[in-house]
């Protein structure tokens, strides 16, 4: 029987949750027994190649092409997680929600005081995204079926979800492991 | 102007003997004097009673009849309770707009009328009904939203607004109000004849231990709605540590669908002051506090004026009735439109001068209350019965109702019925004969105890209104057959939303996400997996909020979840491509496809 398969995705976030995945280190090996990688930045792979298991999204939707991403992982993973708080609360890029997006792009391109752009141009170029008018949590885009919280959601509990759900065991979570402050 | 700004402030904070702890009356005071709070005016009081200019922001911006900014010289708050939608609020709230000219929560452009929402205002047996400063009107119409404006236009004074009288105080000079008492039911407790001051002297004539006893033996329990046993409370209050005493009476009935303590305040102000001073020699209290909310504030001169003639007759001040050492008078604290102030810790908060928040607990107010000092807090209708029971004996009182919870209790019904109004029933009755009594046989659903009780359907008729099977501070709202639950639902989570005190992230943020899933479900986009959603969310909700606002706000989600499932279920329908129905992605583009001047090319259509 092939093995299952698990795609990842870094949408609007840092790739924090993804340095995550490579910290569980050693055991990495291990999960590439258990799964191969589809659609993944772990891998390189652009487009989906089949259907998968599971897929794990980092980051919130902040413009056309997280959504486009993000519902591509739906239509193609069986089970959808949302890893860390970006996804889970849109978080750090979120925190442009309450001002206008016309306002964001004029400070980041024009009047910050760290910006050099003497041709006062904000880029438009048409292979840009657009920009969706605030930051999405993952959940009012498209339906999600486990939240893994954390900021990044660190390694040992990605490891223990991806376990439990491969193995079809139930997944224990000590309040330790998922308590961040 | 600036001048006299400054001039009359110094001279309210003056009256208010420069005591930061009166803050709620000073900042009322310069609400009424101009209208608003100023910033200059913020200024000016922390510098007359010398606080933080936040300890004063943080009281001006928490009560909904304060604001900073200007308001117009009349103030006209639409109540816009579920209650009042039901009776025909859209009409109404149309014809204000087009009278006036101005939209809900503006001022006329002469500065002189502004217009509000404001949540229930224990008018619901006469809804929809409107508070024009201190007046209040009842049973309007679209009409009388047009001879009412008219009338205002010419004078801007809203004493002269009334031209129709209520029944008994209300027609009374001190009152002048329009509202009816809408007593439909006397029992044998509140409503009947009484023999005044009989229970003061039989208190009086005992210790204060044995006045406890008594209570305890007729085994009364609160009639706010908790139900926690009087007499403990006031052993507790007794037995703590602390020179100072206090009683605070809790009427500030706000929960919606609750109008039997006006009705009280009204007709039987002396039973109520008479309990209180029962109460303050029971735990050895020399002040009492009447919180009044400031929806009730046209009883004011009433009460003011019984409290004036008790004293007078040595009901109160210095050795009472000749009891030597027994001295004890009342005042009242108005408040200043806060639901959450009927919470009895947030009650004490706002007494002392501060924004509505509640307390925690413990130490609980028995221990550590008004001012740090051992406080008993009671509701109005729990005092009157503490004259009763002196009055009649404990026996007396035990006898009358169900073995768990003895005596009367008063229910304020309205809704679709045909006879709403104040009922006093024996503890015990089952629904089904209520609701025979009140005109309703043909319910679909009844709201006992108000949004933070329980809403039931007929598989509930045949429990009992008492402490043991449900609950209710008095609140009995009736649903027709023809309502939608699940709407109901959702309009009493936008009351707790604007409500919420806003301290705790379970509350503040949970009963949003609530009411986001009921729109979600009513506008047709809801999937069968957020019922359990709502749920989980509700419990979550229930378990971690910090005061009894968010640990009853669920309520109305969770009851008519589980009461009225098949309305909820014939509503959602699971969702085939795994997308959020809620996300509009061309919405969501819109404002930069504006700013870019250019289209997306992924989502053409």
Same mark, same amino acid.
């Given at each position: 029987?092939?093995?299952?398969?698990?795609?990842?995705?870094?949408?609007?976030?840092?790739?924090?949750?993804?340095?995550?995945?490579?910290?569980?280190?050693?055991?990495?090996?291990?999960?590439?027994?258990?799964?191969?990688?589809?659609?993944?930045?772990?891998?390189?792979?652009?487009?989906?190649?089949?259907?998968?298991?599971?897929?794990?999204?980092?980051?919130?939707?902040?413009?056309?092409?997280?959504?486009?991403?993000?519902?591509?992982?739906?239509?193609?993973?069986?089970?959808?997680?949302?890893?860390?708080?970006?996804?889970?609360?849109? &978080?750090?890029?979120?925190?442009?929600? @309450?001002?206008?997006?016309?306002?964001?792009?004029?400070?980041?391109?024009?009047?910050? $005081?760290?910006?050099?752009?003497?041709?006062?141009?904000?880029?438009? &170029?048409?292979?840009?995204?657009?920009?969706?008018?605030?930051?999405?949590?993952?959940?009012?885009?498209?339906?999600?079926?486990?939240?893994?919280?954390?900021?990044?959601?660190?390694?040992?509990?990605?490891?223990?979800?991806?376990?439990?759900?491969?193995?079809?065991?139930?997944?224990?979570?000590?309040?330790?492991?998922?308590?961040?402050? | 102007? +600036?001048?006299?700004?400054?001039?009359?402030?110094?001279?309210?904070?003056?009256?208010?003997?420069?005591?930061?702890?009166?803050?709620?009356?000073?900042?009322?005071?310069?609400?009424?004097?101009?209208?608003?709070?100023?910033?200059?005016?913020?200024?000016?009081?922390?510098?007359?009673? =010398?606080?933080?200019?936040?300890?004063?922001?943080?009281?001006?911006?928490?009560?909904?009849?304060?604001?900073?900014?200007?308001?117009?010289?009349?103030?006209?708050?639409?109540?816009?309770?579920? +209650?009042?939608?039901?009776?025909?609020?859209?009409?109404?709230?149309?014809?204000?707009?087009?009278?006036?000219?101005?939209?809900? /929560?503006?001022?006329?452009?002469?500065?002189?009328?502004?217009?509000?929402?404001?949540?229930?205002?224990?008018?619901?047996?006469?809804?929809?009904?409107?508070?024009? =400063?201190?007046?209040?009107?009842?049973?309007?119409?679209?009409?009388?939203?047009?001879?009412?404006?008219?009338?205002?236009?010419?004078?801007?004074?809203?004493?002269?607004?009334?031209?129709?009288?209520?029944?008994?105080?209300?027609?009374?000079?001190?009152?002048?109000?329009?509202?009816?008492?809408?007593?439909?039911?006397?029992?044998?407790?509140?409503?009947?004849?009484?023999?005044?001051?009989?229970?003061?002297?039989?208190?009086?004539?005992?210790?204060?231990?044995?006045?406890?006893?008594?209570?305890?033996?007729?085994?009364?329990?609160?009639?706010?709605?908790?139900?926690? $046993?009087? /007499?403990?409370?006031?052993?507790?209050?007794?037995?703590?540590?602390?020179?100072?005493?206090?009683?605070?009476?809790?009427?500030?009935?706000?929960?919606?669908?609750?109008?039997?303590?006006?009705?009280?305040?009204?007709?039987?102000?002396?039973?109520?002051?008479? /309990?209180?001073?029962?109460?303050?020699?029971?735990?050895?209290?020399?002040? /009492?506090?009447?919180?009044?909310?400031?929806?009730?504030?046209?009883?004011?001169?009433?009460?003011?004026?019984?409290?004036?003639?008790?004293?007078?007759?040595?009901?109160?001040?210095?050795?009472?009735?000749?009891?030597?050492?027994?001295?004890?008078?009342?005042?009242?604290?108005?408040?200043?439109?806060?639901?959450?102030?009927?919470?009895?810790?947030?009650?004490?908060?706002?007494?002392?001068?501060?924004?509505?928040?509640?307390?925690?607990?413990? $130490?609980?107010?028995?221990?550590?209350?008004?001012?740090?000092?051992?406080?008993?807090?009671?509701?109005?209708?729990?005092?009157?019965?503490?004259?009763?029971?002196?009055?009649?004996?404990?026996?007396?009182?035990?006898?009358?109702?169900?073995?768990?919870?003895?005596?009367?209790?008063?229910?304020?019904?309205?809704?679709?019925? *045909?006879?709403?109004?104040?009922?006093?029933?024996?503890?015990? +009755?089952?629904?089904?004969?209520?609701?025979?009594?009140?005109?309703?046989?043909?319910?679909?659903?009844?709201?006992?105890?108000?949004?933070?009780?329980?809403?039931?359907?007929? @598989?509930?008729?045949?429990?009992?209104?008492?402490?043991?099977?449900?609950?209710?501070?008095?609140?009995?709202?009736?649903?027709?057959?023809?309502?939608?639950?699940?709407?109901?639902?959702?309009?009493?989570?936008?009351?707790?939303?604007?409500?919420?005190?806003?301290?705790? !992230?379970?509350?503040?943020?949970?009963?949003?996400?609530?009411?986001?899933?009921?729109?979600?479900?009513?506008?047709?986009?809801?999937?069968?997996?957020?019922? &359990?959603?709502?749920?989980?969310?509700?419990?979550?909700?229930?378990?971690?909020?910090?005061?009894?606002?968010?640990?009853?706000?669920? @309520?109305?989600?969770?009851?008519?979840?589980?009461?009225? *499932?098949?309305?909820?279920?014939?509503?959602?329908?699971?969702?085939?491509?795994?997308?959020?129905?809620?996300?509009?992605?061309?919405?969501?583009?819109?404002?930069?496809?504006?700013?870019?001047?250019?289209?997306?090319? +992924?989502? !053409?259509?």
């Amino acid at each position: 029987m092939a093995k299952p398969k698990i795609a990842t995705a870094s949408l609007a976030g840092c790739f924090g949750c993804h340095m995550s995945i490579l910290d569980i280190d050693e055991r990495i090996l291990k999960l590439i027994e258990l799964v191969d990688f589809d659609k993944s930045p772990i891998n390189d792979f652009k487009e989906f190649t089949g259907r998968c298991a599971i897929g794990l999204i980092e980051g919130g939707c902040a413009n056309e092409d997280n959504v486009h991403v993000l519902r591509d992982f739906r239509k193609h993973c069986d089970i959808l997680i949302s890893v860390g708080d970006c996804a889970i609360n849109g &978080d750090i890029p979120a925190l442009r929600n @309450n001002i206008p997006l016309k306002e964001c792009l004029e400070e980041a391109y024009l009047n910050g $005081p760290s910006v050099y752009n003497p041709e006062k141009t904000i880029p438009n &170029d048409k292979e840009l995204p657009l920009c969706l008018d605030r930051v999405y949590p993952c959940h009012e885009v498209v339906k999600i079926d486990y939240f893994l919280p954390g900021c990044p959601a660190n390694a040992e509990i990605i490891w223990q979800a991806l376990v439990a759900l491969l193995t079809n065991k139930p997944l224990e979570l000590p309040y330790e492991m998922i308590k961040y402050d | 102007m +600036i001048e006299s700004l400054q001039s009359e402030v110094k001279q309210i904070c003056k009256s208010c003997g420069n005591d930061r702890t009166k803050m709620m009356d000073i900042v009322r005071g310069v609400q009424e004097k101009f209208g608003q709070v100023s910033s200059e005016a913020m200024n000016l009081i922390a510098k007359s009673v =010398n606080c933080h200019r936040v300890e004063v922001e943080s009281v001006v911006s928490f009560y909904a009849f304060l604001s900073k900014k200007p308001k117009g010289k009349i103030v006209i708050r639409l109540c816009n309770d579920v +209650i009042d939608k039901m009776a025909g609020l859209a009409p109404v709230a149309d014809a204000f707009k087009k009278e006036l000219g101005i939209d809900f /929560g503006q001022t006329t452009p002469d500065g002189k009328i502004t217009l509000e929402y404001t949540p229930c205002i224990g008018m619901c047996d006469q809804a929809p009904a409107a508070l024009v =400063n201190d007046e209040i009107i009842t049973y309007l119409s679209s009409d009388k939203v047009r001879e009412l404006v008219a009338d205002l236009r010419k004078h801007y004074n809203p004493d002269k607004i009334i031209h129709r009288l209520g029944d008994g105080n209300n027609a009374s000079e001190l009152v002048h109000s329009c509202v009816h008492n809408g007593i439909r039911k006397k029992g044998r407790v509140i409503f009947s004849e009484y023999k005044e001051e009989a229970g003061l002297k039989n208190a009086l004539a005992v210790s204060p231990v044995e006045v406890i006893n008594e209570v305890k033996n007729a085994r009364l329990r609160g009639r706010g709605g908790a139900g926690f $046993p009087t /007499g403990m409370k006031w052993q507790f209050t007794r037995a703590a540590e602390g020179t100072k005493k206090y009683i605070l009476c809790n009427a500030d009935e706000g929960e919606p669908g609750t109008f039997k303590d006006r009705v009280i305040l009204t007709e039987r102000a002396d039973m109520l002051f008479e /309990g209180m001073t029962i109460g303050g020699y029971a735990i050895g209290a020399e002040t /009492g506090i009447l919180y009044l909310r400031a929806e009730y504030a046209y009883l004011r001169k009433l009460l003011e004026k019984v409290l004036k003639e008790r004293r007078d007759k040595n009901l109160l001040g210095n050795n009472i009735l000749g009891k030597k050492g027994f001295n004890f008078d009342i005042t009242i604290q108005m408040g200043a439109g806060a639901y959450i102030c009927g919470e009895e810790t947030s009650l004490i908060s706002s007494c002392e001068g501060l924004r509505g928040d509640p307390k925690t607990r413990p $130490p609980f107010p028995a221990q550590k209350g008004y001012m740090g000092n051992p406080s008993a807090v009671n509701n109005v209708e729990t005092l009157c019965c503490v004259a009763r029971i002196l009055e009649m004996g404990a026996g007396w009182f035990a006898e009358i109702g169900s073995k768990g919870s003895p005596s009367t209790k008063l229910l304020s019904v309205s809704g679709d019925c *045909r006879l709403p109004g104040v009922y006093e029933f024996p503890f015990g +009755i089952k629904v089904s004969d209520l609701l025979k009594e009140v005109g309703a046989e043909d319910a679909q659903a009844v709201l006992i105890g108000g949004p933070s009780g329980q809403i039931i359907g007929p @598989n509930d008729y045949k429990r009992t209104i008492c402490y043991d099977d449900l609950a209710t501070g008095g609140a009995v709202v009736v649903f027709g057959p023809e309502r939608d639950m699940v709407k109901i639902a959702a309009e009493y989570m936008d009351f707790f939303v604007e409500e919420s005190c806003g301290y705790c !992230t379970p509350c503040r943020v949970g009963n949003v996400l609530l009411k986001k899933y009921l729109d979600k479900i009513l506008d047709g986009k809801g999937e069968p997996t957020d019922l &359990d959603f709502l749920k989980s969310l509700g419990e979550s909700i229930k378990i971690t909020s910090r005061c009894g606002l968010g640990q009853t706000s669920p @309520n109305p989600v969770l009851t008519t979840l589980k009461n009225f *499932r098949s309305s909820y279920e014939s509503k959602v329908k699971p969702a085939t491509d795994g997308f959020q129905p809620t996300f509009d992605i061309k919405k969501a583009l819109a404002e930069h496809e504006s700013i870019a001047k250019r289209k997306s090319v +992924i989502y !053409t259509e």
